[in-house]
């Protein structure tokens, strides 16, 4: 079946730093892929998407890029901030029955100042 | 706007006991979906529905049951309560057509003891 793997956290940065939180994917067929964060206390949020092969999804200086070649979606951003510390999870979605979210299981980012 | 409200929002249960987790969205959704998230393995699928009257299970159905009586209304039922279900409940939905983003509600954090 569909299954997300996501690295593991935490990840502790430091203001301004680079992020990347890898993403890879097992799915047949040309799933649509995702990132949603979550903040503390909060419901999931959808963070970014992208839907075919080399498609980039962008929003609030994320990105990520689907990799069909590399079956991935892996997150960046250039230059984090204290408000980014939330979780992060990559998940992908079938076509069928219900369109059911696979989620993979999490990364923890803390940035501090 | 509501989006997706979840009631309520923590509960201690004693083993045995039963409870219902209530959720509503006022979007005309048709799709709602249950998850349990618990730490370290990301969220998983209890139960969904793809419009009133029709319900099916997901990844981990058993110990839980709901109903679909109306679009807005999507309720989870624990009937007999166990520490394995300890967890925080995530109640979504999502329209039909077009943009596969989910709305989620804030959760529900349930301890059994």
């Known amino acids: 079946g569909d299954s997300v793997t996501q690295m593991e956290g935490p990840v502790t940065l430091s203001e301004e730093a680079c992020l990347t939180i890898n993403c890879t994917y097992t799915a047949t067929g040309y799933p649509s892929l995702f990132w949603y964060v979550q903040y503390p206390g909060e419901g999931l949020q959808l963070l970014l998407k992208?839907?075919?092969?080399?498609d980039k999804g962008s929003n609030k200086g994320f990105e990520a890029t689907y990799r069909k070649e590399t079956t991935s979606f892996h997150l960046e951003k250039g230059s984090v901030q204290v408000s980014d510390s939330a979780v992060y999870f990559c998940?992908?979605?079938?076509?069928?029955?219900?369109?059911?979210?696979?989620f993979g299981t999490g990364t923890r980012l803390q940035v501090t100042l | 706007n509501a989006g997706v409200t979840q009631t309520p929002k923590f509960r201690i249960l004693k083993i045995g006991q039963s409870m219902t987790l209530q959720c509503t969205q006022d979007m005309n959704h048709n799709y709602m979906y249950w998850y349990r998230q618990d730490p370290g393995m990301g969220l998983k699928l209890i139960y969904y529905s793809v419009g009133a009257g029709i319900t099916d299970k997901g990844e981990v159905p058993n110990g839980y049951n709901v109903s679909r009586s109306t679009t807005e209304d999507f309720p989870l039922r624990l009937e007999l309560a166990a520490p394995s279900q300890t967890s925080v409940y995530f109640c979504?939905?999502?329209?039909?057509?077009?943009?596969?983003?989910?709305?989620f509600g804030s959760g529900t954090r349930l301890t059994v003891v």
């Open positions: 998940a992908l979605l079938n076509t069928g029955t219900a369109s059911k979210l696979t």
């Open positions: 992208a839907t075919k092969a080399d």
């Open positions: 979504a939905s999502r329209t039909q057509a077009g943009d596969y983003g989910y709305t």
